[in-house]
């Protein structure tokens, strides 16, 4: 039974274990059957990927261009073959270009190019050849002459735009002072004394240079911190110019009654001759005359006269014009300006005592009937408006009501007239000062207000003849009417006493005008400050001369008085460069505006000058008439070019390189290209910005598109 229980129980496990056998045997033999579905997905997913990765991997490449082109247009690569001239990356050169953009630089044709154009093209040209980690700095020599970098600088963009944005001016070229300066900004770089060049970019006329010895101050000068030093010749072997190189008026200096004599002078500052032509001048928009102007051989010059009549009481702006001529290489020196003011009357005060019975004995009798119009039905004829006092009256008068005083009797003027009379003359006033017989009078006193000593007078013996008047400086202003005579009627006015005197050493100075045969002066001429003084040292009656009595004494006591008065137009009529100025009442001098002549306003700086208001303008740098209104009145001024640009002819080039030392080399513009190397220095700065431009342009399109698939 044990056997039948066991064996029935072993049957009984063994039956149990086949569901498990059969179960392992139906795995191992089980198989991995694709799914038709399931395949089409896992395809898609796969090619989707590689898709989205290689489309990454293009928008990684193109973004990572895009920075790189970013670094190197900041950059500016270039390369550049060695030169003869210029190293290249081998040390540090640094380099001052000096350029010259004063009036003749500008001069030029509709055929020619101007100098300044060539010159800047040189410059770009040279600065496009230099390679290497030197710097630039850029000096221009018109005045005043200005540095542009205080010293040289290796952004070469920023110089390019300094050098391209130089348009030239109207003023005098200093180059002596423009290469000082560039030594000077070479001194202070940090290349070595022998990495150190200058440039000097000119027309390089004979006025650089001073044609003789008392110019030499002015010569350009040897250079110290240059290793080398280089001058560009940018002007053509010929320029022909002619100009107007003088307007004023001559004679008659208080400009009587508004007749007035205008000169203008005409230089051909050519090699050749230069064709006839016609010079007008006009008065605003009135045209006043026009003149004939002859051929003129080379370096020759003529003048030509307008006898005018201008209306008094106002300001009047000429301008003298030349036709136009084609071969004229500088058309801005065919015009020229100036200014004229034409005073109503000048206010005359004398000094002098009425203590005579007759009015012929008074000292100033002849000087007054002179200015009061001895030949006028009436005295409002007279250009002059004189009034009298008596010497001890002198202390209620205002001098500033009168432009002029005349003394006749110094007795009763004490030190603190005459220190009155010395302000008076300072602040511009004119004095005219006879010193005859000074009875009562402090002669030392005297000598503190005159520049002068008094010292004995000198009578000539009775039976002597006594001398004679000459004129010491017949092209004074002042006797511009007595020019040309043949027979001149003060040569026979004689003097039979007078003053003799001391010359200081020191103080203003002193210019006989008028003097005796034997050499002693008469009338003498002085300026103290802003005024001016004449000195007679013989009486104003006719005890000591006859002058008097002579029919040139009208003239000559009238042009006396009105160029003491002093000239209202100095400071109407500047060069390019230099200030205008003026005066006025304090109470007008509050605010000044000139219209300039491209229309614009310029405020001028003004102050308190003793009795008056003082204004200056020191931005002139445009030729022409300025304007200023003054209530219902205008006042003009006007400012002309330097005739000294006018001369373009070149000079030699051996005196221009002896000047500045033995380190020196001169070329022609033409010739930059050969004289630095026939390899040009390439800048790949353009390239690379248009290659950027692309760049940014195709990862913009990329982006979109490929967004777009996804």
């Known amino acids: 039974m044990s056997f039948v229980h066991g064996g029935m129980a072993m049957a009984a496990a063994g039956l149990a274990m086949v569901p498990v056998l059969i179960h392992l045997l139906n795995r191992r033999r089980y198989r991995d059957e694709p799914w038709a579905a399931m ?25 990572t261009l895009v920075m790189a082109l970013v670094g190197l247009v900041v950059a500016r690569p270039y390369f550049a073959p060695r030169s003869e001239l210029l190293a290249v990356g081998e040390k540090r050169i640094d380099r001052v270009l000096v ?16 100098a300044l154009e060539r010159a800047k093209s040189a410059m770009l040209k040279l600065m496009d050849r230099s390679g290497g980690s030197g710097g630039f700095a850029v000096v221009t020599a018109s005045r005043p002459v200005r540095a542009w970098f205080d010293q040289p600088v290796q952004d070469r963009l920023a110089v390019r735009q300094v050098v391209e944005g130089i348009e030239g001016t109207h003023a005098v070229s200093d180059l002596n002072g423009a290469v000082e300066l560039a030594d ?5 770089g940090t290349a070595p004394a022998e990495a150190c060049e200058l440039y000097v970019f000119s027309d390089f006329c004979g006025r650089d240079l001073g044609r003789s010895v008392e110019e030499s101050r002015s010569a350009i000068g040897p250079v110290e911190n240059a290793a080398r030093v280089v001058l560009i010749q940018t002007a053509a072997e010929s320029r022909p110019n002619r100009a107007i190189t003088d307007l004023r008026v001559v004679g008659q200096p208080a400009l ?35 003149r004939s102007i002859p051929s003129l051989a080379a370096g020759a010059r003529t003048s030509v006269t307008f006898h005018v009549r201008l209306e008094p009481g106002r300001v009047h702006a000429l301008e003298a014009t030349l036709d136009r001529w084609e071969g004229d290489w500088l058309q801005e020196d065919d015009h020229r300006r100036l200014a004229v003011e034409v005073p109503n009357r000048r206010r005359v005060l004398l000094v002098q005592n009425r203590g005579t019975e007759s009015a012929q004995e008074e000292p100033l009798f002849h000087f007054r009937l ?30 500033k009501d009168y432009d002029v005083v005349a003394v006749g009797e110094w007795a009763h003027l004490g030190r603190e007239a005459l220190e009155r009379l010395r302000e008076f003359v300072a602040q511009g006033g004119g004095l005219i000062a006879f010193c005859g017989e000074l009875e009562g009078a402090d002669v030392d006193d005297l000598g503190e207000l005159l520049p002068i000593r008094l010292l004995d007078i000198h009578r000539e013996a009775d039976d002597q003849p006594p001398p004679t008047l000459t004129v010491s400086d017949p092209a004074h202003p002042m006797l511009g009417d007595f020019a040309g005579q043949q027979r001149n009627i003060l040569g026979r006015a004689h003097v039979n006493t007078w003053r003799r005197i001391e010359n200081g050493t020191n103080g203003p100075r002193r210019e006989p005008v008028l003097m005796t045969s034997t050499g002693d002066p008469i009338l003498l001429l002085t300026e103290i400050g802003m005024g001016r003084m004449a000195i007679w040292l013989t009486s104003a009656d006719m005890s000591w001369t006859n002058l008097p009595a002579k029919p040139d004494y009208l003239p000559l006591m009238m042009n ?45 700086g003004h102050g308190v000058d003793g009795w008056t208001g003082r204004w200056r303008l020191n931005d002139t740098a445009l030729p022409g008439i300025y304007e200023w209104s003054r209530g219902s009145s205008q006042e003009y001024f006007c400012v002309n070019a330097d005739t000294a640009e006018s001369d373009l002819r070149r000079v030699e080039e051996s005196r221009v390189a002896s000047s500045l030392g033995d380190r020196v080399a001169i070329v022609d513009s033409t010739e930059l290209e050969a004289f ?3 390899a040009d220095v390439r800048e790949l700065g353009w390239a690379l910005a248009v290659i950027l431009l692309l760049a940014a342009t195709t990862e913009s399109l990329l982006g979109r598109w490929f967004g777009g698939a996804r």
């Not at 350029?99 to 101007?114: E, Q």
């Not at 007749?259 to 006043?288: C, M, Q, W, Y």
């Open 39 to 63: 395949q089409f997905i896992l395809s898609a997913v796969q090619r989707t990927r590689r898709r989205l990765r290689t489309e990454q991997w293009i928008l990684l490449a193109v973004r």
């Open 560 to 604: 006396l008085t009105g160029f003491v008065a002093g000239d209202r137009n100095s400071g109407r009529n500047v060069k390019v460069g230099e200030s205008l100025w003026g005066r006025m009442l304090f109470s007008e001098s509050e605010r000044i505006e000139l219209i300039r002549p491209d229309g614009k306003r310029q405020r001028a």
């Open 676 to 678: 630095a190397g026939s």
């Open 99 to 114: 350029l010259d953009d004063s009036l003749s630089m500008r001069a030029g044709t509709m055929m020619h190019s101007s």
């Open 184 to 188: 000077a900004i070479l001194a202070r």
């Open 370 to 399: 002179t200015l009061d119009g001895a030949d006028a039905t009436s005295t409002d004829q007279s250009p002059f408006y004189t009034t009298q006092v008596a010497a001890d009256q002198f202390r209620d008068v205002v001098l």
């Open 256 to 290: 009587l009654n508004g007749a007035a004599e205008v000169l203008a002078e005409i230089t051909n500052f050519s090699s050749g001759d230069t064709p006839a032509t016609a010079l007008t001048l006009r008065a605003g928009k009135h045209e006043l005359g026009q």
